[in-house]
């Protein structure tokens, strides 16, 4: 698919000389260089520089254009942008933003990848479709508008798998184009990882924010169940949807949860990201940790493993209260039931679409699948994951936080599946909120995270549970290139 491309300017002497080359000679070895160190800062520190001058939207989304110029070929995060629109908005809001300081939106013209099962009025929101391709909304999704109204720009739609299900669209993991990015926030989190754009938003029925963000080497935040607003999203499991987001730093997370729910205080320069001691209810340094592997733990690679025991290794060298714990019984068929309740509500969901012959193999098996759930047995499952949500506290033995696997392990070779979502189905069902963190390495040099989770509601202990772990471990991104290397350099 043809793409829109720079020929407004962005602004300055330095732009108009830009301006005067064809665009494929704007993706010198200075460019590129410079692309990577501005990706490097993050949303948060990008906002701020951009709020003290030091920084202008247009050039941040220069070199996002640049590093997508330099890596989308491979890479194939994106269904569609328009480059043109997206330069003429962030130099619009330079010159806005620098005259209302420091009044400007929080986001002030950073760039932001949508998953393509959220509606744009800019773009079509096709689903991973073909049934609905060039389909265009008549409104933006809450999430849009509220980027929007904080003076952000929507760059484009990011791959999503088909439906938001199994079926996988082209996207590639960054570190190894051999390898899937995960799903089926597949362009969201492959996006972010690659420094194409500090943020983007994703969504999880299952697993599909957490195991991309694991296997693409990035933050991942799938908050409590409910936590920001659904509407213009498209509906797969209304009991499972939940909507999230993408980033390279944690503290970029909390930052970002706050220009959606509470905007002028994220557009504060004393805005700050909660450290674990304002976090958690005791003001301890360091949070008490409850290591849970589950009945999945047989389908762990042994780089789950590592990276787990990695990150408690450091977690108990930094002084925190660590031990295992394993869930009583009674939640062990909480993973199956997300998984009933999801053929079910799915096959409600596409019901006016079931019959289309564009629809794929595996999302014409879940659908059938649905379709042969009686009310009764989908009423059961629902009281049994009802019931243990209510027994949420027997997860935890005393601890304030969960550490368990984001995913069996790396990223399975081959782009044909998006992996299994084992080590999530769980968390999403109990409504928990969730994080991976990228903490590890495999031998081949992908990424492997670790998640945290938290109780319903206490997404700030999750997030600065998050930020803590990447302090104690020292994590910093750096970008993929051409061979397979871990996205944190350790």
């Given at each position: 698919?043809?793409?829109?491309?720079?020929?407004?300017?962005?602004?300055?002497?330095?732009?108009?000389?830009?301006?005067?080359?064809?665009?494929?000679?704007?993706?010198?070895?200075?460019?590129?260089?410079?692309?990577?160190?501005?990706?490097?800062?993050?949303?948060?520190q990008?906002?701020?520089?951009?709020?003290?001058?030091?920084?202008?939207?247009?050039?941040?989304?220069?070199?996002?254009?640049?590093?997508?110029?330099?890596?989308?070929?491979?890479?194939?995060?994106?269904?569609?942008?328009?480059?043109?629109?997206?330069?003429?908005?962030?130099?619009?809001?330079?010159?806005?933003?620098?005259?209302?300081?420091?009044?400007?939106?929080?986001?002030?013209?950073?760039?932001?990848?949508?998953?393509?099962?959220?509606?744009?009025?800019?773009?079509?929101?096709?689903h991973?479709?073909?049934?609905?391709?060039?389909?265009?909304?008549?409104?933006?999704?809450?999430?849009?508008?509220?980027?929007?109204?904080?003076?952000?720009?929507?760059l484009?739609?990011?791959?999503?798998t088909?439906?938001?299900?199994?079926?996988?669209?082209?996207?590639?993991?960054?570190?190894?184009?051999?390898?899937?990015?995960?799903g089926?926030?597949?362009?969201?989190?492959?996006?972010?990882?690659?420094?194409?754009?500090?943020?983007?938003?994703?969504?999880?029925?299952?697993?599909?924010?957490?195991?991309?963000?694991?296997?693409?080497?990035?933050?991942?935040?799938?908050?409590?169940?409910g936590?920001?607003?659904?509407?213009?999203?498209?509906?797969?499991?209304?009991?499972?949807?939940t909507?999230?987001?993408?980033a390279?730093?944690?503290?970029?997370l909390q930052?970002?949860?706050?220009?959606?729910?509470?905007?002028?205080?994220?557009?504060?320069?004393?805005?700050?990201?909660?450290?674990w001691?304002?976090?958690?209810?005791?003001?301890r340094?360091?949070?008490?940790?409850?290591?849970?592997?589950?009945?999945?733990?047989?389908?762990?690679?042994?780089?789950?493993?590592?990276?787990?025991?990695?990150?408690?290794?450091?977690?108990?060298?930094?002084?925190?209260?660590?031990?295992?714990?394993e869930?009583?019984?009674?939640?062990?068929?909480?993973?199956?039931?997300?998984?009933?309740?999801?053929?079910?509500?799915?096959?409600?969901a596409?019901?006016?679409?079931a019959?289309?012959?564009?629809?794929?193999?595996?999302?014409?098996?879940?659908?059938?699948?649905?379709?042969?759930?009686?009310?009764?047995?989908?009423?059961?499952?629902?009281?049994?994951?009802?019931?243990?949500?209510?027994?949420?506290?027997?997860?935890?033995?005393?601890?304030?936080?969960?550490?368990?696997?984001?995913?069996?392990?790396?990223?399975?070779?081959?782009?044909?599946?998006?992996?299994?979502?084992?080590?999530?189905?769980?968390?999403?069902?109990?409504h928990?909120?969730?994080?991976?963190?990228?903490?590890?390495?495999?031998?081949?040099?992908?990424?492997?995270?670790?998640?945290?989770v938290?109780?319903?509601?206490?997404?700030?202990?999750?997030?600065?549970?998050?930020?803590?772990?990447?302090?104690?471990?020292?994590?910093?991104?750096?970008?993929?290139d051409?061979?397979?290397m871990?996205?944190?350099?350790?």
């Amino acid at each position: 698919m043809r793409r829109a491309r720079i020929v407004k300017p962005l602004a300055g002497p330095r732009a108009r000389r830009l301006l005067a080359q064809p665009v494929g000679e704007w993706q010198s070895p200075a460019m590129e260089q410079r692309a990577r160190q501005l990706a490097a800062r993050g949303a948060w520190q990008a906002a701020q520089d951009i709020a003290k001058g030091e920084l202008q939207a247009g050039d941040y989304l220069e070199a996002a254009l640049t590093r997508i110029d330099e890596r989308e070929a491979v890479v194939r995060a994106w269904v569609r942008r328009d480059d043109t629109a997206s330069v003429a908005r962030a130099a619009q809001l330079d010159g806005a933003d620098a005259a209302a300081a420091p009044q400007g939106g929080p986001l002030r013209g950073l760039p932001i990848g949508v998953k393509d099962i959220i509606d744009t009025v800019a773009f079509p929101t096709e689903h991973g479709s073909p049934i609905y391709a060039g389909a265009t909304p008549g409104a933006d999704a809450w999430c849009v508008q509220q980027v929007l109204a904080a003076h952000g720009v929507v760059l484009g739609k990011t791959v999503t798998t088909e439906f938001a299900y199994f079926h996988p669209g082209p996207t590639t993991n960054p570190w190894n184009a051999g390898h899937t990015p995960g799903g089926s926030s597949s362009g969201s989190a492959a996006a972010v990882a690659d420094g194409m754009v500090p943020l983007a938003f994703g969504s999880q029925t299952a697993g599909s924010i957490i195991r991309p963000a694991s296997f693409c080497g990035v933050f991942g935040y799938k908050p409590t169940f409910g936590r920001y607003s659904l509407d213009g999203v498209k509906e797969l499991s209304i009991s499972n949807d939940t909507l999230g987001f993408f980033a390279r730093k944690a503290a970029d997370l909390q930052w970002f949860d706050a220009v959606l729910l509470d905007p002028s205080a994220a557009a504060s320069a004393d805005w700050r990201p909660r450290e674990w001691r304002d976090a958690g209810d005791a003001h301890r340094d360091t949070p008490r940790i409850a290591v849970v592997r589950g009945p999945e733990w047989d389908k762990a690679g042994p780089e789950c493993d590592e990276a787990l025991a990695r990150t408690v290794g450091a977690a108990e060298a930094a002084g925190a209260e660590v031990a295992a714990h394993e869930p009583p019984e009674s939640f062990t068929a909480v993973g199956g039931a997300q998984l009933t309740v999801m053929q079910y509500e799915a096959a409600q969901a596409l019901a006016l679409d079931a019959g289309d012959p564009r629809l794929s193999d595996p999302l014409r098996k879940l659908l059938a699948a649905g379709a042969a759930v009686n009310d009764a047995s989908y009423t059961a499952v629902r009281e049994t994951v009802a019931r243990c949500r209510g027994e949420q506290e027997q997860l935890f033995a005393g601890a304030d936080i969960i550490l368990t696997p984001s995913a069996p392990g790396a990223a399975p070779r081959g782009i044909g599946a998006t992996g299994d979502p084992a080590f999530n189905r769980r968390w999403t069902a109990l409504h928990m909120p969730c994080v991976s963190v990228p903490v590890h390495r495999s031998s081949s040099g992908l990424p492997v995270g670790v998640q945290v989770v938290a109780r319903v509601g206490e997404d700030v202990a999750a997030l600065a549970a998050a930020l803590w772990i990447e302090s104690i471990l020292g994590l910093e991104w750096s970008p993929p290139d051409d061979s397979p290397m871990g996205a944190y350099n350790e």
